[in-house]
């Protein structure tokens, strides 16, 4: 049984930082795309970053560049996400997904589609204060 399992959300001002984790089990991350959602409240889940680790390809939404990055340590089967220079506007729930077919890059096209991943995290908030 594939789980994903967040944590290190909290509330920061802003201009502070975040590190973001997703330990996996049941699944080897290293062999999926995996990818960092978030979703505000009223609004869409949008894709905030993706890796795929056999291809070393990432991919980011435009607003987080330069912020954020998206890591893994395939020893530990966890995904990361470190936030740095962070603003209101990242305010949200942040969620961990995976895809379902192995071996794939995450596609620069369709990285944040949200419909392309099969297993999802409970999420964990993050709220920045201005």
């Known amino acids: 049984q594939v789980k994903l399992v967040e944590s290190g959300g909290g509330s920061v001002q802003a201009g502070g930082s975040l590190s973001l984790s997703c330990a996996a089990s049941g699944y080897t991350i290293s062999s999926y795309c995996m990818g960092w959602f978030r979703q505000a409240p009223g609004k869409e889940r949008e894709g905030v970053a993706a890796?795929?680790?056999?291809?070393?390809?990432?991919y980011y939404n435009d607003s987080v560049k330069g912020r954020f990055t998206i890591s893994q340590d395939n020893a530990k089967n966890t995904l990361y996400l470190q936030m740095n220079s962070l603003e209101p506007e990242d305010t949200g729930m942040y969620y961990c997904?995976?895809?379902?077919?192995?071996?794939?890059?995450?596609?620069?096209?369709?990285?944040?589609?949200?419909?392309?991943?099969?297993?999802w995290g409970q999420g964990t908030q993050v709220t920045v204060s201005s």
């Open positions: 890796m795929y680790s056999g291809g070393g390809s990432t």
């Open positions: 997904a995976g895809r379902f077919f192995a071996g794939k890059d995450c596609g620069a096209g369709y990285w944040n589609r949200k419909s392309t991943f099969t297993y």
